[in-house]
């Protein structure tokens, strides 16, 4: 079991690129690990060396976003609880406000604050080494750094949640037993905490791309300053309101990225990847094995069946129809004319008019270059190493899979993280697919949003929103700005047109990549899918005529798929009063009577 414990710290070290500060520390602390299993580390035992603080800090980087799973695609599908994608086999069952159930123990608010209690327990030990603080200021600025992801997680879920900078004593009742603090004063000892993970962190250049660093600090500032700043203002007035001042935190949003300026100079397409040219760069971007040459991406995971960390990401994208999710019409829709304009691609008399297969290669030449590098299109080389497989290419949507969760029902089918070299020929297989944990792009979109919501114009677009464009060869949004029409997404509110097309950048860059989830809620625009069912592309059966199995999905009046049709008649229908905000569990309500529910879930 020891042993065991050693080579996981070990493994997980080098997976995210931390061997050369933690093999070095094994001799130190192995006597530690043979005693006491580092989830339940206690005193001072522990926290002698630079090594032993990091070696803590590494077995807490599983918090970090941009993992895979062994066995579906990860973050890539977790737009599916969003307007951008659609599970094969059911509707999402939050999104209709069928999670109605309060727990009785456990859950999210149990996990988070178990997981607060873990990294106070670093907070309240690491000045027991004796060494200087500049030789493990990086592991702080870590510690700092994941504190804060995990408590905004918390915020996020829950809103007001009571704060704790020490590991609790079981005496300790008055701070066990304490109201929940306002999300005002959370998010601001949140925005201090990543402060001073951006001062004391190092640059990706010292780190790696699998360490945290300056670069990715910077990144998670302007996420969750945009994140509380937007959920503040939208969610005025109603059950989920926060306490937070929009504007200030709006600002700190600005501040990050001039900081990044500051410390790295202006962003340019040189700080974006570019292999492949404006036809392929962006798909080749995300289909990876290792991300430590490609400095658009600040921070990833590597994975490696060697190591027994592993995915089946590049097994899964495309031979089984990524994991049954595929994107939406709607998602579809929001991509513009490859000139920089307007176009509606509903308009099956003027701007699209064939259907089925013909439909995608149709949209393939006339969308924003991302959508043939982001969506499966016929002559797309599949594979080029594996027998069966080699050289075959795109021909259909997987639609006819006898295994429904294997398709990618409408039609869309994704293919970020696809790579034509991953192996087919099993499971696990090297080269893996890495995991994207952050990329410099978001920082330049949130940037982007948070000067247009406090200022009502657009900013200078020169190093953010227009690189963007350049990288795939479009127009620049200084030089063509699209015309915003009725046909734009409905978010329940009236937005300037400068915003909608902000959103609309921030939609397409970022599409397939778990953010959307997160968008609308912070928006509060369930009104992008209340009320409304996904579709899909025009299906033609006779795509499928050299196929023994055909498509069993049903289409609407005007030859859309429409998955849901029977399952969800009405549409969604999402519990706005209830839903923006997770419940706590019973047996907390119940041990400590100054928890307070959150609105419309059950008490004890």
Known sequence: MNNKLIKKYIRRSLIWGASVFLIGSLGSCKKFLNNVPLDQISTPEFWKTPQELDAYIVGLYDWLPGQLSSSGMGYYTDDQVSDNMVFATNYNAFMNGQNSVTPPTGGAWVSGFTAIRQIN?????????????????????????????????????????????????????????????????????????????????????????????????????SRVALFEATWAKYHAGTPSASSVNANKLFQKAIDAFTQYKTLFGTITTA????????????????????????????????????????????????????????????????????????????????????????????????????????????????????????????????????????????????????????????????????????????LMLNYAEAYVELNGNYPDLSDNIDVLRQRVGMPTLTSVKPTVTANWPNYGYAIPDALAIVRQERRVELAGEGFRSGDWKRWRAHALFNGSRPRGFKLVMADYAPYTTKPSVKVDANGYVDPYQATLPAGYTFNAGRDYLSPLPMDDLSRNKKLVQNPGWATP
């Not at 809103?159 to 066990?176: A, E, K, M, N, T």
């Not at 094995?289 to 190591?307: G, H, R």
């Not at 990618?408 to 995991?435: C, M, Q, R, V, W």
């Open 271 to 442: 700080n974006l990847y570019s292999t492949g040219g404006t036809q392929t760069a962006y798909y080749n971007l995300f289909g990876q094995f290792d991300y430590k040459t490609i400095p658009e991406v600040t921070l990833s995971k590597n994975y490696s069946q060697a190591l027994n960390v592993t995915n089946q990401v590049g097994y899964i994208v495309w031979l089984y129809g990524y994991g049954g999710c595929s994107y939406s019409l709607d998602m579809v829709k929001s991509y513009l004319k490859k000139d920089g304009t307007y176009i509606d691609i509903t308009d099956t008399v003027n701007v699209i008019t064939t259907k089925g297969a013909a439909s995608l290669t149709q949209m393939a030449g006339l969308l924003d270059p991302r959508f043939k590098q982001s969506v499966f299109i016929p002559g797309d080389l599949l594979n080029n190493n594996t027998l069966g497989y080699k050289d075959s290419t795109f021909r259909v949507p997987q639609m006819h899979n006898p295994t429904i969760g294997n398709n990618t029902i409408t039609g869309f089918a994704p293919k970020k993280a696809h790579n034509p070299s991953s192996t087919l020929s099993g499971n696990y297989i090297d080269p893996e697919i890495a995991g994207i944990s952050f990329r410099l792009p978001e």
């Open 121 to 221: 327990t670093f907070f309240d030990n690491y000045q027991k080494c004796p060494a200087p603080f500049a030789q493990y200021q990086q592991t702080f600025g870590e510690a700092c750094f994941l504190k804060a992801l995990r408590y905004e997680g918390l915020v996020a879920a829950f809103g007001d949640v009571p704060w704790y900078s020490h590991v609790l004593s079981p005496s300790d009742s008055v701070q066990l037993y304490k109201a929940r603090d306002p999300r005002s004063m959370v998010v601001d000892s949140i925005m201090n905490l990543l402060d001073s993970s951006i001062k004391y962190l190092n640059v990706r250049a010292t780190t790696g791309v699998n360490r945290l660093n300056k670069e990715t600090a910077l990144i998670y500032k």
